[in-house]
């Protein structure tokens, strides 16, 4: 019972989560994969030590067996719910397209395994290879929460930078139906994608949109889907995650993310969720990793406390 255990104890795993490797036979009702990727970064690297650093601070919210105890309904979240750390992809450093087919390989398994996979990257572009494993699904949707749009083309001759996975992810995987955009700000705006994501259907939202009317942009979320819930550690404000590679002012809340997090999960089936771009070492207190940590907590909290 690793609950019992400072924070600091080691071995270090996801909330103090049984290691499993995928090479030995086991289910769960939730299962984490870490990603270390980050050769897809165009601005500052580092992500690729996030799953390490947010398997370190979530030592500090380990659930014990009855969960988390909910002071504002006096319930438990996460009750009875099995989690397992499944180890980290190991990637082939710059040849990007074996790193991606060891992604992809290795989320199908996952998903047999668990009710709920969770991916803890790594840069944004390891979410096109994860969607590569949803490709069995008729219709999927995405919820992105994320700064930028992540839809280009090329980016500097490039087709696979962290700028580009939903942009390949709608070219390879024929289920993607819609992919809905929340917190989009920025000076640099690409201008094809966002023609490319608007002639595609795509619903943008940008962050002082939330901030205006939070209620309207709830309403505008996919009802009765399966949903893929993409979370880049970007779209929070600076101030309050700051270890990211491409951080944009006026950002959201933790509190208007989570809101967001919990009427996408309260109104569809969540079938996958990544958390993506922290970069821990551009964050000395620690803080952005405990946030991203105590972020994973409470989406698996929300999850596990449906009916």
């Known amino acids: ?28 009702d939730v299962g984490f994969l870490g990603l270390p990727y980050d050769f897809a ?6 992500a690729r030590f996030a799953p390490n650093a947010l398997r370190e601070a979530s030592g500090r919210y380990a659930p014990g067996p009855e969960g988390y105890f909910d002071l504002e309904t006096e319930t438990y979240r996460l009750q009875d719910v099995s989690l397992v750390d499944a180890g980290d ?19 199908r398994e996952l998903r047999k395994r668990v009710r709920l996979p969770v991916f803890v990257g790594g840069d944004h572009s390891v979410t096109y290879p994860v969607l590569r494993a949803y490709d069995d699904l008729e219709e ?10 992540d839809f280009s083309d090329l980016r500097n001759a490039t087709r696979y930078a962290n700028s580009s996975p939903f942009r390949r992810a709608v ?10 955009v929340i917190g989009l700000r920025g000076l640099r705006t690409n201008p094809e994608a966002y023609r490319a ?24 979320l996919p009802q ?8 880049d550690a970007d779209v929070l404000d600076p101030s ?17 993310a989570m809101q967001v997090v919990r009427q996408t999960i309260a109104q569809n089936e969540l079938v996958g969720f990544d958390f993506v771009e922290l970069t821990p070492g551009l964050d000395s207190s620690g803080l952005s990793s405990l946030v991203g940590a105590r972020l994973l907590a409470e989406v698996l909290a929300v999850w596990g406390h449906l009916p």
């Open 1 to 28: 019972m690793r609950h019992l255990e400072l924070a600091f104890t080691g071995p270090a795993t996801f909330l103090k989560a049984p290691h499993r490797p995928l090479s030995e036979p086991w289910t769960a």
């Open 41 to 46: 970064v165009g601005y500052r690297p580092g």
């Open 89 to 107: 992809v190991d990637p082939a450093q710059l040849e990007y397209a074996e790193s991606f087919r060891r992604i992809t390989e290795t989320a």
């Open 140 to 149: 999927l949707y995405v919820v992105q929460l994320d700064a930028h749009l």
């Open 171 to 180: 070219e390879d995987v024929p289920g993607l139906r819609h992919i809905t």
């Open 197 to 220: 994501a608007k002639e595609r259907g795509h619903t943008l939202i940008p962050a002082t949109k939330v901030r205006q009317n939070l209620s309207e942009v709830l309403a505008q």
């Open 224 to 231: 009765g889907k399966k949903i893929y819930l993409s979370f």
């Open 240 to 256: 309050i995650l700051p270890g990211t590679s491409s951080p944009e002012v006026e950002g959201l809340t933790y509190g208007e």
